[in-house]
């Protein structure tokens, strides 16, 4: 937001008093919310309707700026849509005629709005009293969009053309007239094109609600009240941001993690960061991170700095989401890094590689705070896609992401079967997940000895084994940990790594790039089977209470082996602790 325009908004007006602005925070949230729910509730996929893999908010007019967001959706998006709004307002520049109220853009490309071909965005201009007063935005992950691999998650891209349809920004609705051919096009390119409809119009009823809701409530508190409580927010969020910054110690502290492989060439690839604090300000530096890859974990630099805000957020949680966040920190991303591609660099891996950006956060700031920061979670989504054809003849894609462990943190151990902490969304059930496929769970548990060993232990990852109910069906996974395991900070240990075993006529198998193969051909009856990674523990583990390790045997978190050897507890049969035993070999230990 430029200093004119802020200062225009203000003009005549002082501060808003605290009630009235919290009141009017409320209701800006409660309409990015409201328009989460209608998506949730009426999306055909999945992905969406159950996994909440979606987001809405309200963004500058003339910046694109991050202005409100849902608390329901996917964090990562507030950082990245508010470059896809952007793209949209350099669309509507260049086309060089007048924005009509009802005029919606549609497009993916995620170099310009980030992410990843799956997600599509739908920006809508809102008018009040015929001036633009803001942008509507939805974003949502559909079911298929074409390219090599049902579900999109080609673990094999060298190029975007691989991975998807590429849409850029183009109106959907023009004018007032509906653009039934751009839909015909979308439709045509996908393997589920029902669900794309459904996925579509859904997110066009949300723009719809929140625009109501957005009229709502400028009719009661007027057009100005409300853009200075939209200013005022942003300068809170970024003052605030600014003051934890301000109370770390000045310095810089550096992380190195490592994606497995790109997919083509079994190579690890490193992420690494230079944190550096000076005053009030942080600057992130990625200098040293391997350079872009021919394989499908490159990301865009929107993306990145996506993730850097989710990282921060989780770190710093009472900053309010919106742009004003990132105004204290600077980015020093190079163009050749992997974290800065363009077109036709492929991208579909994206979650792999802005989790280890967020583990990479964690860990450096770690180093000048341990009190603020946690232990590593499970850091890998494992996308999973299994498609084929029903007997029917209809084609069935059964595509879905699964949980792990996340890290232990100053206050206590991890959450066990998470999600990844770039999204609040769910797992799917696989309730939902059976009732849709022709698949049946043979295994749906948690993982024991995944955790990091810690004074908080980390998080348990899970085990999940699906059948093939089907005659014949193709398996891909698009996974990361499989080499490198999630770490621990503050002295705690690593977490287990990713596992995955498909069977095959000989037996079982294991993928040669570890976490990522495509084309797999099952037949009836055959299995595949994940074991994901667990989160990192926080502190040294010695310094966890024995009665706290017993109770993890006890539980079946840790096996008696484990308590032993990573915490020197010695733990009976009947998951009793022996206390004399363990004194001894504590004793002997330190």
Same mark, same amino acid.
């Given at each position: 937001?430029?200093?004119?325009?802020?200062?225009?908004?203000?003009?005549?007006?002082?501060?808003?008093?605290?009630?009235?602005?919290?009141?009017?925070?409320?209701?800006?949230?409660?309409?990015?919310?409201?328009?989460?729910?209608?998506?949730?509730?009426?999306?055909?996929?999945?992905?969406?309707?159950?996994?909440?893999?979606?987001?809405?908010?309200?963004?500058?007019?003339?910046?694109?700026?991050?202005?409100?967001? *849902?608390?329901?959706?996917?964090?990562?998006?507030?950082?990245?849509?508010?470059?896809?709004?952007?793209?949209?307002?350099?669309?509507?520049?260049?086309?060089?005629?007048?924005?009509?109220?009802?005029?919606?853009?549609?497009?993916?490309?995620?170099?310009?709005?980030?992410?990843?071909?799956?997600?599509?965005?739908?920006? %809508?201009?809102?008018?009040?009293?015929?001036?633009? +007063?803001?942008?509507?935005?939805?974003?949502?992950? @559909?079911?298929?969009?074409?390219?090599?691999?049902?579900?999109?998650?080609?673990?094999?891209?060298?190029?975007?053309?691989?991975?998807?349809?590429?849409?850029?920004?183009?109106?959907?609705?023009?004018?007032?007239?509906?653009?039934?051919?751009?839909?015909?096009?979308?439709?045509?390119?996908?393997?589920?094109?029902?669900?794309?409809?459904?996925?579509?119009?859904?997110?066009?009823?949300?723009?719809?609600?929140?625009?109501?809701?957005?009229?709502?409530?400028?009719?009661?508190?007027?057009?100005?009240?409300?853009?200075?409580?939209?200013? #005022?927010?942003?300068?809170?969020?970024?003052?605030?941001?600014?003051?934890?910054?301000? #109370?770390?110690?000045?310095?810089?502290?550096?992380?190195?993690? @490592?994606?497995?492989?790109?997919?083509?060439?079994?190579?690890?690839?490193?992420?690494?960061?230079?944190?550096? !604090?000076?005053?009030?300000?942080?600057?992130?530096?990625?200098?040293?991170?391997?350079?872009?890859?021919?394989?499908?974990?490159? !990301?865009?630099?929107?993306?990145?700095?996506?993730? &850097?805000?989710?990282?921060?957020?989780?770190? +710093?949680?009472?900053?309010?989401?919106?742009?004003?966040?990132?105004?204290?920190?600077?980015?020093?991303?190079?163009?050749?890094?992997?974290?800065?591609?363009?077109?036709?660099?492929?991208?579909?891996?994206?979650?792999?590689?802005?989790?280890?950006?967020?583990?990479?956060?964690?860990?450096?700031?770690?180093?000048?705070?341990?009190?603020?920061?946690?232990? &590593? =979670?499970?850091?890998?989504?494992?996308?999973?896609?299994?498609?084929?054809?029903?007997?029917?003849?209809?084609? @069935?894609?059964?595509?879905?992401?699964?949980?792990?462990?996340?890290?232990?943190?100053?206050?206590?151990?991890?959450?066990?079967? *998470?999600?990844?902490?770039?999204?609040?969304?769910?797992?799917?059930?696989?309730?939902?997940?059976?009732?849709?496929?022709?698949?049946? +769970?043979?295994? @749906?548990?948690?993982?024991?000895?995944?955790?990091?060993?810690?004074?908080?232990?980390?998080? &348990?990852?899970?085990?999940?084994? !699906?059948?093939?109910?089907?005659?014949?069906?193709?398996?891909?996974?698009?996974? #990361? %940990?499989?080499?490198?395991?999630?770490?621990?900070?503050?002295?705690?240990?690593?977490?287990?790594?990713?596992?995955?075993?498909?069977?095959?006529?000989?037996?079982?198998?294991?993928?040669?790039?570890?976490?990522?193969?495509?084309?797999?051909?099952?037949?009836?009856?055959?299995?595949?089977?994940?074991?994901?990674?667990?989160?990192?523990?926080?502190?040294?583990?010695?310094?966890?209470?024995?009665?706290?390790?017993?109770?993890?045997?006890?539980?079946?978190?840790?096996?008696?082996?484990?308590?032993?050897?990573?915490?020197?507890?010695?733990?009976?049969?009947?998951?009793?602790?022996?206390?004399? =035993?363990?004194?001894?070999?504590?004793?002997?230990?330190?």
């Amino acid at each position: 937001m430029t200093a004119a325009t802020e200062a225009g908004l203000a003009t005549g007006q002082g501060a808003l008093d605290p009630v009235t602005l919290s009141v009017l925070k409320g209701r800006l949230e409660q309409i990015a919310d409201e328009m989460d729910a209608t998506l949730f509730r009426s999306a055909f996929n999945p992905i969406i309707a159950e996994a909440h893999d979606a987001s809405h908010g309200l963004y500058h007019p003339e910046s694109g700026e991050t202005l409100v967001q *849902g608390k329901n959706g996917l964090p990562v998006f507030v950082g990245a849509m508010s470059f896809a709004v952007k793209a949209v307002i350099d669309r509507v520049a260049s086309e060089n005629r007048p924005l009509v109220p009802g005029d919606t853009y549609i497009f993916n490309d995620p170099y310009d709005g980030g992410t990843h071909l799956s997600d599509f965005k739908l920006v %809508r201009p809102h008018f009040h009293d015929g001036e633009l +007063f803001c942008w509507l935005a939805s974003v949502g992950h @559909w079911h298929d969009v074409g390219g090599n691999v049902p579900g999109n998650y080609n673990p094999v891209a060298t190029e975007s053309f691989q991975e998807g349809m590429l849409i850029p920004p183009v109106k959907l609705i023009d004018g007032g007239q509906f653009r039934d051919d751009i839909v015909a096009i979308l439709q045509a390119n996908s393997r589920l094109p029902g669900s794309l409809y459904g996925d579509l119009n859904g997110q066009l009823n949300a723009l719809s609600l929140g625009a109501e809701r957005l009229d709502a409530l400028i009719a009661d508190y007027g057009a100005g009240t409300i853009r200075q409580a939209l200013t #005022e927010l942003r300068t809170r969020a970024a003052q605030l941001m600014a003051s934890h910054i301000a #109370e770390l110690p000045d310095g810089t502290y550096s992380a190195e993690d @490592w994606l497995d492989n790109d997919g083509i060439v079994d190579r690890p690839l490193k992420i690494a960061l230079d944190v550096t !604090i000076a005053g009030d300000r942080m600057k992130l530096d990625f200098s040293r991170t391997s350079a872009a890859c021919a394989g499908p974990v490159n !990301i865009a630099r929107s993306t990145a700095i996506a993730s &850097c805000y989710v990282a921060l957020k989780h770190v +710093f949680r009472e900053v309010p989401a919106n742009a004003g966040v990132l105004e204290p920190i600077d980015f020093v991303i190079p163009p050749d890094s992997l974290l800065s591609v363009g077109a036709p660099k492929p991208v579909g891996g994206y979650t792999e590689t802005i989790l280890r950006v967020i583990d990479a956060v964690f860990v450096a700031l770690a180093q000048a705070d341990p009190a603020i920061s946690n232990g &590593c =979670a499970y850091g890998t989504i494992n996308a999973l896609s299994l498609a084929g054809h029903r007997r029917n003849g209809q084609r @069935w894609v059964m595509f879905s992401f699964f949980g792990g462990g996340h890290g232990g943190h100053p206050a206590g151990d991890g959450l066990a079967h *998470g999600n990844a902490p770039i999204s609040t969304a769910t797992i799917p059930p696989l309730e939902i997940l059976e009732a849709a496929y022709p698949v049946r +769970f043979t295994q @749906w548990a948690l993982r024991p000895d995944s955790g990091g060993p810690g004074r908080h232990r980390g998080g &348990c990852g899970a085990v999940y084994e !699906i059948e093939l109910l089907e005659e014949e069906a193709t398996g891909f996974l698009f996974g #990361e %940990r499989g080499r490198h395991a999630p770490p621990g900070v503050a002295g705690g240990g690593p977490a287990a790594m990713n596992v995955f075993t498909y069977d095959q006529d000989d037996g079982p198998h294991h993928p040669a790039m570890v976490s990522k193969i495509s084309g797999i051909a099952l037949h009836r009856g055959q299995k595949v089977r994940l074991e994901t990674p667990g989160g990192g523990g926080y502190g040294p583990a010695q310094e966890r209470d024995p009665d706290a390790v017993a109770a993890d045997v006890r539980l079946g978190y840790v096996t008696a082996e484990a308590a032993r050897r990573d915490y020197a507890c010695v733990v009976a049969a009947d998951g009793s602790l022996d206390r004399h =035993a363990t004194a001894v070999l504590r004793e002997s230990a330190s």
